[in-house]
């Protein structure tokens, strides 16, 4: 079956650290563009971060830009979020999405149009939970 599956969340201190991972089965996101958004309660759906196809276009939110790290081994069949100085703020169920774009769309259009329309595959959501 088609399907990703996020995981690596949990309860994590200010200051700590955390590495998500997006895993896919039943394709090959080789030729996807990869997205993480996230969603706090009584807040919408965030763009967090994505990263293109070929891994050689990335973009940040300015509210993690620093702090996160979006990188992928398509060798894996992964891309992963490395979450570093988490803050409170950043607690949130984080999701990822995968979908292929034309060539030549930077990371942040990639964002913008995932944001808007969507994407082919979206994991079911991992609880990231930053609290002391």
């Known amino acids: 079956q088609v399907q990703l599956v996020e995981s690596g969340g949990g309860l994590v201190q200010p200051g700590g650290s955390l590495r998500l991972s997006c895993g896919a089965s039943?394709?090959?996101?080789?030729?996807?563009?990869v997205g993480w958004f996230r969603q706090a309660p009584g807040k919408e759906r965030e763009g967090v971060s994505c990263?293109?196809?070929?891994?050689?276009?990335?973009y940040y939110a300015d509210s993690v830009k620093g702090r996160f790290t979006i990188s992928r081994d398509n060798a894996k069949n992964t891309v992963y979020l490395q979450m570093n100085s988490l803050k409170p703020e950043d607690t949130a169920v984080y999701y990822c999405?995968?979908?292929?774009?034309?060539?030549?769309?930077?990371?942040?259009?990639?964002?913008?149009?995932?944001?808007?329309?969507?994407?082919?595959?979206w994991g079911q959501g991992t609880q990231v939970t930053v609290s002391s």
């Open positions: 999405a995968a979908g292929r774009k034309p060539r030549g769309l930077s990371a942040v259009q990639i964002m913008w149009v995932m944001s808007k329309a969507g994407a082919d595959y």
């Open positions: 039943g394709f090959s996101l080789d030729h996807y563009a």
């Open positions: 990263i293109s196809s070929s891994g050689d276009s990335t």
